[in-house]
């Protein structure tokens, strides 16, 4: 067997925690480096008794050194709540960090992955979303440090690979849930879950009617998995995302249905710029990767519960 060194930048993080697993089971020695902004110690702390697991607090922002063989660059906060908390901090994490990666990647000639997200289409005119779509993007917006951040490190990535030869992959991953997701991050299958177990007011933004499609972790790990053990040719962008569609009303019902709660709908203000759809053509990555999710929304839901439960 192969033993791969792999650093995973924000892999104290929801999906990098699932990440740092997974490569771990796949007999891989793993570094997870991460500053602690909205990933946490305790994501990976079962992981500290692996011998192959190292755990590296560092800012993505900042040149990091080291000898491995693929990188997979995670480091963003993903929650508009959090990404529009410093949102200088969080460009510069997008843009600096995907520098810093890339630079890496370059001088150890590491393959070098990067986390792009579904964002990049903005408020799409397309639906659903291919990979050549420019996209439908605010540059002066709410949403636009991370938008336009997650733009630029696509566009470092690409000239990266274009004038250096450096071997890279770019993921578009759409909205993604799962256990490890924080019980404050704001996000909204987070929000409504721990919401109803508490019997609390599910809090809509705007009618509802806008739509997103939800993708259990496991299945965009897969993804990542495969994408980075892809031929050297194939880059992406890919899609990975999960193309059964929902209002956001009708996840709000599937939450209260399936905890047996008690709480009632509530509407809130719908922040500015939020996309009023999101689907994702899949037809990429079937092809060229032979991938497609398999956990559906409801399933996907009841182990996501099962964990809040646990924890809450
Ligand atoms: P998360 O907030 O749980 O994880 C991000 C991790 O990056 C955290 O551990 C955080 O502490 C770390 N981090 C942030 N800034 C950093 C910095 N400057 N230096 C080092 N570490 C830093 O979010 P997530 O859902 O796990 O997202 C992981 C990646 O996937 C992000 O790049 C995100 O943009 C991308 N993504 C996620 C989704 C989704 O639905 N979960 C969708 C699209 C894209
Ligand atoms: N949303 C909501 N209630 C919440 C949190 C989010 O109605 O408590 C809505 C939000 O306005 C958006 C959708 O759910 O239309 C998905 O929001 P999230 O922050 O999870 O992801 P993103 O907007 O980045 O896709």
């Known amino acids: 067997m192969i033993r791969k060194k792999v650093l995973v930048t924000g892999g104290a993080g929801f999906v990098g925690s699932h990440l740092c697993e997974r490569l771990l089971r796949e007999g891989n020695e793993v570094v997870c480096l991460d500053n602690y902004f909205t990933g946490q110690k305790q994501n990976v702390v079962h992981l500290l008794d692996n011998p192959y697991f190292e755990l590296v607090r560092h800012d993505v922002t900042m040149p990091f050194f080291i000898e491995v063989d693929e990188i997979f660059n995670l480091a963003c906060p993903a929650s508009p709540i959090h990404y529009q908390y410093n949102p200088i901090k969080t460009i510069k994490t997008s843009v600096m960090g995907a520098i810093n990666m890339l630079g890496l990647a370059k001088r150890i000639k590491a393959k070098v992955l990067q986390a792009s997200t579904s964002e990049v289409y903005g408020d799409p005119k397309v639906h659903p979303q291919v990979e050549s779509y420019w996209g439908h993007v605010n540059p002066i917006g709410q949403r636009s440090c991370y938008d336009e951040g997650k733009r630029a490190a696509e566009t470092l990535f690409v000239d990266y690979h274009k004038q250096n030869k450096v071997r890279i992959k770019i993921i578009r991953i759409f909205n993604t849930y799962g256990p490890r997701m ?52 194939f880059t992406g962008p890919v899609n990975i995302g999960n193309p059964n569609e929902f209002t956001i009303i009708e996840l709000a019902e599937k939450v209260i249905k399936l905890t047996g709660s008690k709480s009632n709908i509530v509407r809130m203000p719908l922040p500015s710029d939020d996309p009023t759809q999101r689907q994702p053509d899949i037809s990429l990555a079937k092809k060229e990767l032979g991938w497609e999710p398999k956990v559906q929304l409801e399933e996907g839901l009841i182990r996501t519960i099962d964990y809040f439960k646990s924890i809450v």
């Open 182 to 233: 924080h019980p404050n991050d704001g996000r909204v299958v987070s929000n409504f879950i721990v919401q109803a177990l508490h019997n609390k007011d599910i809090t809509i933004y705007g009618d509802g009617s806008q739509t997103r499609s939800f993708q259990y972790v496991d299945d965009l790990i897969e993804g990542m998995i495969r994408l980075m053990a892809s031929g050297e040719e």
